[in-house]
């Protein structure tokens, strides 16, 4: 990929991931994501266009409101140089096709899916409902699976982590997780098909298991406080979806037998 067009890419990415902030921030309030125009969060002074540049307006006021000086979280550029960073690679993974931009859209709706449920343990349906189906829709049109296979990882990701759901009461004593989470994997199934789907599924929770035991043993929390899913369902994704292919074909070619391949 050349320099300037990731520089490009990078910018765009980041632009968006300024909107991001504000999904981030207003979607579990119920608030509107278009209206008011972004504002200080303490003081309410609407923010000119000049103070709503990613990093660099961050940057120039040294992370405070012009107005009241109140500290503003540094996740904010974080979550532009992530959504950013997102963009370069999945052009570079993908080149300028149909499908890169809907791999980006789904990028950036697990960015916000990942630290609404940080913050507030929950995901919203504001996502998950038209994430299933603008997923349905591309599988359809641009992505390079089937509308059977994009339908099939929906039930198949839904269905698993629904029974997990259902189960987890009589098996642990306790909800496993939330019916977020079910819906978060439905709708990455419709994205990535039956397989890729199962591969999220297992490297979320092997991330989350291994991110668990650490901070239970490191005594940060308890083996009985609730962990988000969500967050490690969105790493998951991202790996399956950069790293899928390779992945499935590895684990499949384990079992290769003079030439048969069990797919
Ligand atoms: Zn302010």
Redesign the pocket.
């Known amino acids: 990929m050349v320099g300037s067009i990731a520089v490009v890419t990078f910018a765009f990415g980041a632009i968006v991931g300024s909107f991001l902030n504000v999904c981030i921030h207003r979607l579990p309030r119920g608030m509107s994501v278009v209206r008011p125009a972004s504002h200080?969060?303490?003081?309410?002074?609407p923010l000119r266009a000049t103070e709503n540049i990613p990093f660099f307006s961050f940057l120039v006021l040294r992370g405070r409101?012009?107005?009241?000086?109140?500290k503003i979280s540094w996740r904010y550029p974080f979550v532009e140089g992530l959504n950013g960073l997102a963009y370069v690679l999945v052009v570079k993974q993908f080149g300028f096709e149909p499908a890169t931009f809907v791999y980006a859209l789904l990028l950036s709706a697990l960015i916000v899916v990942t630290f609404i449920d940080l913050d507030h343990q929950i995901i919203p349906n504001e996502i998950t409902y038209p994430g299933m189906l603008l997923g349905l829709l591309a599988a359809v049109t641009v992505l390079p699976i089937s509308w059977w296979d994009s339908l099939g990882g929906l039930l198949c990701g839904g269905g698993v982590l629904l029974f997990v759901v259902w189960i987890s009461p009589y098996i642990f004593g306790r909800e496993g997780m939330g019916l977020g989470d079910v819906k978060l994997l439905a709708m990455l199934g419709a994205f990535l098909g039956w397989q890729a789907t199962l591969l999220t599924l297992l490297l979320a929770a092997f991330s989350g298991s291994m991110v668990g035991l650490t901070l239970a043993v490191t005594k940060l929390i308890t083996l009985k406080d609730p962990i988000p899913f969500g967050p490690f369902l969105a790493l998951g994704a991202t790996l399956a979806l950069f790293f899928g292919a390779g992945l499935i074909d590895w684990y499949t070619g384990l079992f290769e037998v003079e030439g048969f391949r069990f797919r």
């Open positions: 200080c969060p303490a003081c309410q002074r409101c012009r107005h009241c000086n109140v």
